[in-house]
């Protein structure tokens, strides 16, 4: 038996995260937005490279890092509304990467320690290979200087959890410590730009209005 068309139009669209992002998938979530995880096999180091070398800037790279996602995760699921995001650190010119494990998170925040940086974070949203929208924005942090001890006692209560932070803290907890200033938006900081993005969910059907 076919679907009335009156009730296939009220279906709310599927929403698909492309991304392993636990902060991200549970943002969306706690916020009402019906969302499945599914990761995109993407070289994001690779990616990052190349893009360096033809001259982007953190917001260009983080934009084309959320599309490539999106792109690779939207074939799979016809008619879903695909959204990825790509978070990037910018310190002095210096594009910072994940931290593979505790001796390079401890290496990111000697190098980060009472210096400013800049998170950028882009979101693209993909249905069916068009690309339907796309947002970027940017908060600028201020890290007081820590000692060496201090970061060894962080990296001892944190532990393995910030590893899948670019930056190496959480700003929801004991990362908070870190810093001197926030300027920005907070969601922003914690890797995606949700209000823009629940605007726009709410515009295509996917939550309520």
């Not at 068309?5 to 009220?10: D, G």
């Not at 979530?29 to 180091?45: K, T």
């Not at 879903?80 to 990111?108: H, N, S, Y």
Request: charged residues 20%; proline residues 4%; negative net charge.
């Amino acid at each position: 038996m076919s679907v009335p068309q009156r009730e296939r139009q009220a279906t709310a669209p599927t929403v698909i995260l492309a991304s392993a992002s636990r902060t991200r998938a549970e943002l969306l979530i706690r916020a009402g937005v019906p969302v499945q995880s599914v990761p995109a096999a993407v070289d994001e180091a690779g990616v990052k490279q190349a893009l360096k070398a033809e001259g982007a800037d953190a917001g260009g790279a983080a934009e084309a890092l959320a599309e490539l996602k999106a792109r690779r995760v939207t074939a799979s699921f016809p008619g879903a509304l695909v959204i990825g995001a790509d978070q990037m650190l910018e310190c002095d010119g210096v594009w910072f990467d994940k931290p593979e494990d505790l001796d390079a998170a401890r290496a990111t925040l000697r190098a980060l320690s009472g210096r400013n940086h800049s998170l950028v974070v882009s979101v693209v949203v993909l249905r069916d290979g068009a690309r339907l929208w796309h947002h970027t924005e940017r908060a600028e942090l201020t890290m007081r200087t820590l000692s060496d001890s201090y970061i060894e006692s962080y990296l001892a209560t944190a532990g393995d959890g910030i590893l899948d932070s670019v930056g190496c803290y959480r700003l929801e907890g004991l990362g908070a410590q870190l810093f001197r200033s926030v300027r920005g938006d907070h969601f922003t900081v914690m890797g995606l730009p949700l209000l823009p993005l629940l605007d726009f969910l709410r515009g295509h059907g996917a939550i309520a209005t």
